[in-house]
């Protein structure tokens, strides 16, 4: 006559497989948590990228600007000179 079992070795494989699933669902849990971070941490290299180009583009705006109105001045410095010479030149005659 065959023995019957009692149902242990029915449960114990029922056990491993409930911690076998539980186990992958940790690692599951742990890797969509390294890639959020991952994505986080992207997207905040981005964000520091962009604000030190817009940084740089206003610093260059800025030295245009200032390159400019130093050309101007000279310019108009030049033309003062041009007119003083020509009034000079006009009252020693």
Do not use: P
């Amino acid at each position: 006559m065959a023995r019957r079992s009692s149902g242990l070795k029915t449960a114990f494989k029922v056990i491993k497989a409930i911690d076998r699933a539980a186990k992958q669902s940790d690692r599951d849990r742990q890797r969509r948590e390294r890639e959020r971070d991952r994505a986080e941490k992207a997207a905040a290299r981005q964000e520091l990228q962009r604000d030190r180009q817009n940084a740089r583009a206003e610093a260059q705006a800025l030295k245009d600007e200032f390159q400019t109105a130093q050309e101007i001045y000279e310019d108009r410095v030049v033309e003062r000179r041009i007119v003083k010479e020509e009034v000079i030149n006009q009252y020693m005659r």
